[in-house]
Structures are given as C-alpha cells and as structure tokens.
C-alpha cells in the first residue's frame, strides 16, 4: 500500500508501544511506521515486512530529553507528506531511571521537536 501518511511512535518496545505498532502494521493506513527506540525489534520488523509496509528504526541507545527530541527532528525531517506523532513512553528497563520531570520534558520536547520537523 502506498500512503502519504507516516506515523512516528516512540516507546514501541513496551508492551503498549508494540501492540500499538502492531496495529498501525495491520491497519495499513501509515507507510512508513517510523519506531524510536533503545533496541531494534526484528519481530515487528518481519511483521511489517510481511505486511508490505515500511517500518523504519530509529535507534536511540539513551532516551534522555535531548537525544529523543534529537532523534525526532531527524526522523520527522527524513519523511515527506503528513505525519502522526505517537508517544507511548512508559516506565521501563530504560525509562524507570527517568524522573517525573524527565518523562515531561521528554513529551514536551517531542511535541516541540514534531512540530518543528514538521516545518522543516
């Protein structure tokens, strides 16, 4: 399927994230599906690929504020068309050691950074 249509989510190697890539994989209504994450996911890298839509992995080995915010700007600006930001950023392996404050200034900054790719 050919869309102009791309979705960027952040967080999908939780548990939310992965059921919600799962679902944007299955809908077929965004290509590319572009993932910000720790670690690749070749689970649903083969799901995607099975399905005929682009998934594209961003890596981002420490989610600190300013390395997603970072990470954004570069993914969102990559893409041509619309684009849907979704951030599923949970408590994690990684995340846990973040404070309250830290998870804020990171959906704060990814909303800033999408906007800012956006215009870009």
């Known amino acids: 399927m050919s869309s102009t249509q791309a979705a960027v989510v952040l967080g999908a190697s939780g548990s939310v994230g992965n059921a919600l ?4 994989i299955a809908s077929r209504a965004f290509s590319p599906i572009v993932t910000l994450v720790r670690r690749s996911l070749p689970d649903q890298v083969a799901l995607a690929r099975d399905a005929g839509v682009e998934l594209r992995e961003k890596l981002i080995p420490t989610m600190d504020p300013a390395s997603v915010e970072a990470a954004t700007v570069e993914a969102i600006g990559a893409l ?4 849907v930001g979704l951030s599923v950023l949970g408590v994690g392996a990684g995340t846990a050691k973040l404070t309250i404050d830290e998870h804020r200034a990171v959906d704060v900054q990814l909303n800033a950074a999408f906007a800012r790719g956006l215009k870009a």
């Open 21 to 24: 890539v799962k679902e944007l």
């Open 80 to 83: 041509a068309g619309d684009a």
